[in-house]
Nanobody, 128 residues
Framework: QVQVVESGGGLVEAGGSLRLSCRVS???????????MAWIRQAPGKEREGVSC????????YYVDSVKGRFILSQDNDKNTLYLQMNHLKPEDTAVYYC??????????????????WGQGISVNVST
């Protein structure tokens, strides 16, 4: 059974930074480094949105336009951990963030189509 330990969220002022972590254990079948992975988010009252994802075929990373240049997705395969470095945070980044297996891209932007988060999510609140 897959288990995730999610961390790194919290309250931060606009312009600040946070680094989200998602450590995965209990995988069967494909190893962590062979799986495409994604971060998605859901803001209050809004639908889930793809934030960033990485493919395994060519290690291409995709970002939604609103976070390009501010967020960086990375992974440590030795630790089975996915990260999302979030810089220059804005109030509109306030959301619950989820790590999820898979990387679905539509028109060059990460999508949530077919993605099912493993964990309960990480709350990020950006104040003005």
């Amino acid at each position: 059974q897959v288990q995730v330990v999610e961390s790194g969220g919290g309250l931060v002022e606009a312009g600040g930074s946070l680094r989200l972590s998602c450590r995965v254990s209990g995988l069967s079948g494909l190893a962590f480094d062979k799986r495409p992975m994604a971060w998605i988010r859901q803001a209050p009252g809004k639908e889930r949105e793809g934030v960033s994802c990485i493919t395994t075929s060519d290690q291409t990373t995709y970002y939604v336009d609103s976070v390009k240049g501010r967020f960086i997705l990375s992974q440590d395969n030795d630790k089975n951990t996915l990260y999302l470095q979030m810089n220059h945070l804005k109030p509109e980044d306030t959301a619950v963030y989820y790590c999820t297996p898979g990387c679905t891209v539509k028109s060059g932007s990460p999508s949530t189509l077919g993605l099912h988060p493993w964990g309960q999510g990480i709350s990020v609140n950006v104040s003005t």
